[in-house]
Nanobody
Framework: QVQLVESGGGLVQAGGSLRLSCAAS????????MGWFRQAPGKEREIVAA????????YYADSVKGRFTISVDNAKNTVYLQMNSLKPEDTAVYYC????????????WGQGTRVTVSS
């Protein structure tokens, strides 16, 4: 059974940094795309960044380009989101998602980790 467990959220001042982790277990993820999404209060969930498990291709939302970096540690089966120069508008619950590349529509989500950026 696939399990995704996020951690690393917290309260940080504007301009600060956080690193989110998503520990993946239950199967091999070599044929998965991994993504970080976020949902702010009263808003829809939106994609922040995504990558293939191999790390060969990445995507970033315009709002985080140049500030956030997604990466994969194969040895630890963990996906990271390094967030620098945080802004109050980055405040949200951040979710990790694993999507099977060979079976579109089969997705797995973590429980989320809350990030609060104070001004």
């Amino acid at each position: 059974q696939v399990q995704l467990v996020e951690s690393g959220g917290g309260l940080v001042q504007a301009g600060g940094s956080l690193r989110l982790s998503c520990a993946a277990s239950g199967r091999t993820f070599s044929n998965f795309a991994m993504g970080w999404f976020r949902q702010a209060p009263g808003k829809e969930r939106e994609i922040v960044a995504a990558t293939s498990w191999s790390g060969g291709s990445t995507y970033y939302a315009d709002s985080v380009k140049g500030r956030f970096t997604i990466s994969v540690d194969n040895a630890k089966n963990t996906v990271y989101l390094q967030m620098n120069s945080l802004k109050p508008e980055d405040t949200a619950v951040y979710y990790c998602k694993a999507s099977r590349l060979d079976a579109p529509g089969i997705d797995y989500w973590g429980q989320g980790t809350r990030v609060t950026v104070s001004s």
